[in-house]
């Protein structure tokens, strides 16, 4: 059965991407022991399954049988002991790194060389026709038995390290590695299952193309994903961070576009009042500033709010159904708007200024652009808003007809004037 291509160009596609930005940030770092060992892993894992392209044309140019399987496994092993020393770096200490990664290195070499020596002494026998005969390779128990323990120590020091790491990428990325380290070891048993078979004149070469090559292909994925996901993680959080703090400001934008037109001496920021000429570059700062300003121009509004605008908007709420969230947001909301309309209308500072703002669901600036947002949405969409700011009106269009001060109702309309 032929090799199936299409696999093992995308999966060395994506190695390539990973090989090439490690590459780019080693040129700025030389003396980094961990880059090199991750661009050594990259580079081994990419000439072990690029080598799987041209496996025919290996063989047949060179006359020795599976020859570029064996490149491949070496490929594989040079990877798992890169893999190794990288996660001894990032675990152990500085000093205790170097010796250990050594140690590692010379393991590798030892091993690769036995692998040479064995394929070279013991030759693995032409292909006649069955898939998987090549699996009576002698080398393959050295191979089997090198990766095993890379595996089984990349596994025990990336299950604790993740436990410790304060990244949430490098987290990640090392749960990562786990997975495909256990990916690995199922790897392994089915081809050592192949291999005794093998020996003991029973061939399950079927299961090199239908449980063995998927094995092989998650394991190289979830390897580069692991090896990777530390360095593009942080970047895709803060690629995410920012698609955030864009949504952000669009919502809060209508609510601070009406407080930064009643009051404009407010605002801190020297640009167009939507920030656009700012927007890819400061969004986060013009979101921060948004919110204060949003605050400031609440506070500036104080005097101007009827105190009965609370009860008013809160009865219009709960009449409305919404939910007590809801409600607060409406009232918040309706209390901005009756500031803007009485302040617009030219009326004057009442003597006892409106209760202070609701507290944010929470003690950070997350937490303070979650309310908000919840606000502005009401502000901008909510018929209790409206509501509120025409039953005010309307009261106080009547006291005025009748001399007397206005006491709104709190179901939205004008109660009656008390006797003098």
Sequence with gaps: MSTPVLPYVIITGLLLCGLAQKLYGLRRRRDDPVRWAVCFCLASLTMATAVQWFTGAIDERTGVPHLADALSDVGAMCAAGAGRVFLTHVYYPASSARVRARRSYVGLAAAVVMVAVLFVAVPPEPDTGRSGTHVDAVYLYVYIWYISIALLSVSRMGLRYSRLADRSSLRLGLRVLV??????????????????????????????????????????????????????????????????????????????????????????????????????????????????????????????????????????????????????????????????????????????????????????????????????????????????????????????????????????????????
């Design 179 to 420: 997975a495909g380290s256990a990916c690995g070891f199922a790897f392994l048993a089915v081809k050592a299952v192949m291999l005794v078979g093998e020996e003991t004149g029973r061939p399950l070469g079927w299961l090199d193309r239908s449980v063995d090559l998927p094995l092989e292909l998650g394991t190289e994925a979830l390897l580069l994903a692991g090896v990777t996901i530390p360095a593009w993680g942080d970047r895709l959080g803060t690629l995410v961070r920012w698609a955030g703090d864009c949504r952000s400001y669009r919502r809060l934008h209508p609510l601070w576009l009406a407080l930064h037109e009643t009051n404009p001496d407010l605002s801190l920021m020297p640009h167009h009042r939507t920030g656009r000429r700012f927007w890819r570059r400061d969004v986060g700062f013009l979101l921060y500033r948004q919110v204060i300003e949003i605050r400031d121009g609440q506070l500036a509004l104080r005097p101007y709010v009827h105190p009965a605008a609370v009860e008013v908007a809160r009865a219009l709420g709960r009449r409305a159904g919404l939910s007590e969230e809801e409600v607060r947001a409406a009232v918040e909301a309706a209390t901005i708007a009756a500031g803007i309309a009485a302040k617009a209308g030219g009326r004057g500072t009442t003597g006892t200024p409106s209760p202070p703002p609701a507290p944010p669901l929470g003690p950070d600036l997350d937490a303070e652009i979650t309310w908000l947002t919840k606000v502005s949405r009401a502000f901008a969409g909510s018929p209790v808003v409206p509501a509120t700011v025409a039953s005010l009106a309307a009261s106080e269009r009547a006291a005025r007809h009748e001399g007397n001060e206005p006491m709104p109702h709190p179901h939205g309309g004008p109660r009656e004037e008390r006797p003098r």
